[in-house]
């Protein structure tokens, strides 16, 4: 583990036993995205474990609208077994300001949501709100960009292009699809540069990744 985040071990182990059996804290090495994993605290909340890669970094966090100042509080997803989970995540930068890991809190709402249920059974009836359509991840320029650039170099790893057969190539595209990476702009041209194709190839690939070509 590099150094930089040993640290925060010690204050993922705090922040369990703060908020109790409910809390999973998940800390991650970003030069080695699809292995990012290197400690988890905790219940296990999303039953990651260690080598085990992040899931909603770039779609929640580096393109969130409420990134500031390194860190996005209290946004929620679903993890794999259906249970709502709340979620802070604490960009760990180095001194020049390079992207290097990520703390993230997870707390299982399933306690809580249960609570609030039965309480709201004794109030009247409400129309349900309409549901807001969930729209494109707004994207931030600059030092966003320069982080989601840092993933990719760590998802293709210290190999030439020209060393990667083309089924390689496919699922370094197949991995930054599934992450989100491709929700930045230009995302597309700059993988492109790293992989050493144009950006057609890079089109073609994802169509295959999609499922869109056979």
Request: net charge negative; with cysteine; glycine share 6%.
């Amino acid at each position: 583990m590099k150094p930089i985040l040993i640290p925060y071990i010690s204050a993922a182990n705090m922040l369990v036993h703060t908020f109790g059996p409910d809390c999973e804290v998940v800390l991650h090495d970003l030069d080695v995205p699809e292995h990012s994993v290197v400690h988890v605290a905790g219940s296990p909340v999303t039953g990651r474990k260690p080598g085990d890669s992040f899931d909603h970094l770039v779609r929640q966090v580096l393109l969130s609208e409420n990134l500031k100042e390194d860190y996005v509080a209290n946004y929620y997803f679903t993890a794999p077994d259906g249970r709502l989970v709340r979620s802070s995540t604490l960009l760990i930068k180095n001194m020049d300001g390079h992207l290097e890991g990520a703390l993230c809190i997870n707390l299982d709402t399933t306690r809580i949501s249960e609570q609030i249920r039965f309480l709201q059974s004794f109030l009247p009836e409400k129309e349900p709100a309409a549901t807001k359509t969930e729209e494109e991840a707004p994207v931030q320029a600059g030092h966003v960009a320069v982080m989601i650039e840092k993933l990719m170099d760590g998802i293709i790893g210290n190999i030439r292009p020209s060393e990667l057969s083309r089924e390689e190539r496919i699922e370094k595209i197949r991995f930054m699809e599934t992450k989100g990476i491709f929700l930045m702009k230009g995302s597309i041209d700059k993988a492109a540069e790293k992989l050493g194709v144009n950006k057609v190839t890079v089109y073609s690939y994802l169509d295959e990744v999609r499922g869109k070509r056979k």
